[in-house]
């Protein structure tokens, strides 16, 4: 469902110094939940079937997920995406 609807731009706002989120206009399919004990920078998840979550920093967890995907190269990961909202394109890797 989520892979349908890519590539696409959303702007993305800013969570507690970890992570960029963007609600979806829709719920996704219900997929399977995990409760990492530690999140890592450069995940994307979903949170809670309609909230695209990208970390940017790593730290310890007690939330459900979805995992969708990661980012392979996440030096200057954390100084790009800044401290306010910002806007981001995601695709599939070929």
């Known amino acids: 469902a989520l892979i349908a609807q890519l590539p696409?731009?959303?702007?993305?706002?800013?969570?507690n110094g970890l992570e960029k989120f963007y609600d979806l206009p829709s719920d996704l399919p219900?997929?399977?939940t995990e409760r990492p004990a530690s999140i890592r920078a450069g995940?994307?998840?979903i949170w809670s079937s309609n909230t695209l979550v990208l970390f940017y920093n790593?730290?310890?967890n007690s939330n459900e997920y979805v995992?969708?995907?990661y980012i392979e190269d996440i030096s200057?990961?954390?100084?790009?995406?800044?401290?306010?909202s910002v806007q981001a394109?995601?695709?599939?890797?070929?």
């Open 89 to 94: 394109t995601f695709s599939v890797s070929q």
């Open 8 to 15: 696409m731009t959303v702007n993305m706002s800013e969570l």
């Open 76 to 84: 200057g990961l954390a100084s790009a995406l800044g401290t306010g």
């Open 30 to 32: 219900a997929e399977s």
């Open 67 to 69: 995992k969708v995907g």
């Open 58 to 60: 790593t730290f310890s």
């Open 43 to 45: 995940e994307i998840m």
